[in-house]
């Protein structure tokens, strides 16, 4: 079992650019979970989705964030421009349903110049 | 809603002491609640998880937990540490039934030295 894919596991851009990061879930995990990571803020949930719908969205900062997950097997978190404050790492996570644990990913850690 | 608080920010411990790090939650419904360590540069991991049952609670890694309802505590316990087990360490809720927003804690660096 592969465990949970993020790639990149690290980033270094400059302010104003495009990001983009991307999960592969556990196969059969129906729920997925982007969090952020920060010394400031812990550890917040951004969004999640159940069977490749967005269920709650609530925790993501402001509209230049966004998240997608075309299929089941692949999700992707989009900054459009990125801050220098967007620095942090981001994880994912997927669960195979309601009851059980999350599974998290290696992250992502995102540096923002 | 619900909420977690770790008091403790950094633990150091000998090697083959005990520890205890602390958890207290707060809310108004019933709960599950779980404990997940981070070793560094990887993700987090689940070490043990009270969903029902028996209030003592066993995990991976030598680690326990014990839930105590009246002191809405979930306190993390292991009799005999080893250098490997610095890390990171997270207390998390979540409502009882639906883990679909799990709230953690700020998490206590367990440092073992030798």
């Known amino acids: 079992d592969a465990g949970v894919i993020q790639s990149p596991r690290h980033e270094v851009t400059e302010m104003g650019q495009e990001v983009t990061l991307r999960c592969k879930p556990i196969s059969g995990h129906d729920y997925l979970f982007w969090y952020r990571q920060t010394m400031m803020r812990g550890l917040e949930l951004l969004i999640y989705f159940n069977n490749n719908v967005p269920i709650d969205d609530s925790g993501m900062p402001e509209d230049r964030f966004s998240a997608k997950m075309p299929n089941a097997s692949f999700s992707t978190l989009k900054i459009q421009p990125s801050e220098p404050r967007d620095s942090a790492v981001y994880f994912c996570?997927?669960?195979?349903?309601?009851?059980?644990?999350?599974?998290f990913g290696p992250g992502t850690r995102l540096t923002v110049l | 809603a619900q909420s977690v608080t770790q008091l403790d920010s950094q633990v150091p411990v000998f090697e083959e002491a005990p520890v205890e790090l602390r958890c207290n939650y707060s809310s108004s419904v019933s709960v599950y609640l779980f404990w997940y360590v981070q070793y560094p540069n990887q993700g987090l991991q689940l070490l043990l998880k009270y969903l029902s049952g028996s209030t003592l609670v066993k995990g991976i890694n030598g680690f326990e937990a014990e839930f105590n309802k009246s002191q809405t505590s979930f306190h993390l316990r292991k009799p005999s540490v080893h250098i490997s087990d610095t890390a990171e360490y997270f207390c998390?809720?979540?409502?009882?039934?639906?883990?679909?927003?799990?709230?953690f804690g700020t998490g206590t660096r367990l440092q073992v030295f030798p």
């Open positions: 998390a809720v979540s409502e009882r039934g639906n883990t679909d927003k799990l709230i």
């Open positions: 996570a997927s669960r195979p349903d309601r009851n059980n644990e999350q599974f």
